[in-house]
């Protein structure tokens, strides 16, 4: 497995062994002990499978408060997703920063966003299906959420018209949510 530090400490990009021959692939999607080798270390409890239909659906850009905040470990397993993580932690000298990973099933790449970080993608393929481990529970009580296209983050996505829920479309700014630290 190698692993990839990004320009936010803890945000990881991951990339599995992949054993290829004629009739596919196999890989270890998640191996406690292999995490825990390369100090990747958390306890993942719940495990979530999310399609997007159409090119162009954008989730996000979403994150839980504490005492319900969620690290994710995301793999995409059929499709591809333009995958951003934004720094949310107001203390940090890079909050409000954001990065960018294509992920897809062909790539295999898989990307760690621990607490601390919002999170949201925009399909490139249609039929993508993303798989992703979480180290909390999901809670509506504790979930928020900031505007897709919020210009004091100023994401560059790959569409400007995406498919979007009510909710996405609704979110407040950066500048108007709680956020951490």
Known sequence: MNVIQTKFKGVLIIEPRVHEDNRGFFMESYNKKTFED???EYLFIQDNLSCSKEVGTLRGLHYQLNPKAQTKL???LTGSVFDVVVD???SSVTFGQWIAVTLSADNKRQLIVPKGFAHGFCTLEP???LFYKVDE???AEYERGILWNDPAIG???PTSTPILSVKDQN???LGEVETYY
């Open 127 to 129: 039929n993508t299906r």
């Open 88 to 90: 949310i932690r107001k």
């Open 74 to 76: 995301i793999t995409v």
């Open 137 to 139: 529970l999901y809670s």
């Open 38 to 40: 390369n100090k990747i």
């Open 155 to 157: 994401i560059q996505w």
């Open 171 to 173: 979110q407040p700014l």
